[in-house]
């Protein structure tokens, strides 16, 4: 079982306010990815990460930021929540780029806006 | 973004049978992954093919390729009820691209 933790497992927040999510890993893997999934939508990308301070934006990256400062942890952050934002978030990693290297997933992180 | 089409969207089985679950594109994979998962959990890579015309087997679960690498099957043989979850496959958007797309899967439940 890859080390990947995801915190918290399950939040409820109000419609406006900043929330943040962690993911920590201790593959020490160069690529992390934040994805949601959704009925009828499956896992979508939201942000990814290709090293420390290096990120770049998926295909649902609207209202959503990332950071990066060291190796292990991936911050997810919704600057003002919406009710369009409850959703299962899930961390992955890799520890390559290439077109068959694998993902690793965390157990998600279930998140209500009311 | 390479959209990824997967059939069925559910399937209801009884324990025993057999099934297939099938993964398509209009464009060419350069390779394609298929992921299990379970409620509550993150999925779970099951097998990765790369070239047109595999076929790899784990267990009871066939996976094939094909030729022309725009479309894979998953077959199960004599299902269990702990092959019950949602089957996703995956690939990359296109050539150097980090990001894996994924299928919107097929919910499989095994019934005993």
């Known amino acids: 079982d890859a080390g990947i933790t995801q915190s918290p497992r399950h939040k409820v927040t109000e419609t406006g306010t900043p929330v943040t999510l962690r993911c920590h890993q201790t593959?020490?893997?160069?690529?992390m990815y934040w994805y949601r999934q959704d009925p009828g939508h499956g896992l979508r990308l939201i942000h990814y990460?290709?090293?420390?301070?290096?990120?770049d934006k998926g295909e649902v990256s609207d209202g959503y930021s990332v950071s990066r400062s060291k190796t292990e942890d991936f911050l997810l952050t919704l600057e003002s929540a919406t009710s369009s934002q409850t959703s299962v978030y899930f961390c992955?990693?890799?520890?390559?780029?290439?077109?068959?290297?694998?993902?690793?997933f965390g157990n998600g992180t279930r998140l209500t806006v009311t | 973004t390479q959209l990824l089409e997967q059939s069925p969207q559910f399937l209801s089985i009884q324990e025993g049978e057999n099934l297939t679950v099938y993964c398509n594109s209009s464009?060419?994979?350069?390779?394609l992954q298929w992921y299990r998962q379970e409620p509550g959990e993150g999925p779970v890579l099951l097998v990765t093919?790369?070239?047109?015309?595999e076929v790899k087997k784990l267990k009871r679960l066939t996976f094939q390729f094909g030729d022309a690498r725009k479309d894979s099957s998953l077959h199960i043989t004599a299902a269990q009820p702990g092959d019950t979850g949602l089957y996703l496959c995956?690939?990359?958007?296109?050539?150097?691209?980090?990001?894996?797309?994924f299928g919107k899967g097929t919910k499989l439940s095994v019934i005993p």
């Open positions: 990460s290709y090293g420390v301070k290096d990120t």
């Open positions: 464009s060419v994979f350069s390779s």
């Open positions: 992955a990693i890799s520890p390559k780029g290439e077109s068959n290297s694998p993902l690793h």
């Open positions: 093919v790369v070239t047109g015309g």
């Open positions: 995956a690939s990359r958007s296109g050539a150097g691209s980090y990001q894996l797309t």
């Open positions: 593959e020490n893997h160069r690529y």
